[in-house]
């Protein structure tokens, strides 16, 4: 119930706050995100968009690992200029 009432209670709308953090996902700096919003006319701080972007990222479980079921190594030798080098391919199957 906490959890829903502090959002009822947020100053920016929730569509408005989920931009922001695309934006700084893609590679915007929080300074770069601010000025994004101010020309939406949303006049909010860098510092409140870093709340947003931690907010979401404590609320997001942790991305699985992937994890290899096989892996086929070739090692092949060849000789390039003279000199003996080895290629390497690894192969997830």
């Known amino acids: 119930m ?3 009432e502090c959002r009822e209670r ?3 709308a929730t569509p ?3 931009f922001a953090v695309r934006l700084h996902a893609t590679g915007c700096s929080l300074r770069e995100t ?3 919003l101010r020309l939406f006319g949303v006049e909010r701080s860098h510092q ?3 709340q947003w972007v931690h907010q979401v990222a ?4 942790d991305q699985p690992e992937a994890k290899l079921k096989r892996v086929a190594v070739d090692e092949t030798a060849v ?3 003279g000199e003996l080098c ?3 391919a690894a192969i997830d199957e």
Request: hydrophobic share 50%.
């Open 79 to 81: 000789k390039m200029d």
């Open 2 to 4: 906490l959890n829903v």
């Open 34 to 36: 601010q000025e994004i």
């Open 16 to 18: 408005v706050r989920a």
């Open 58 to 61: 404590d609320s997001v479980p």
């Open 86 to 88: 080895w290629l390497y």
């Open 10 to 12: 947020e100053r920016t």
């Open 48 to 50: 409140a968009i870093w």
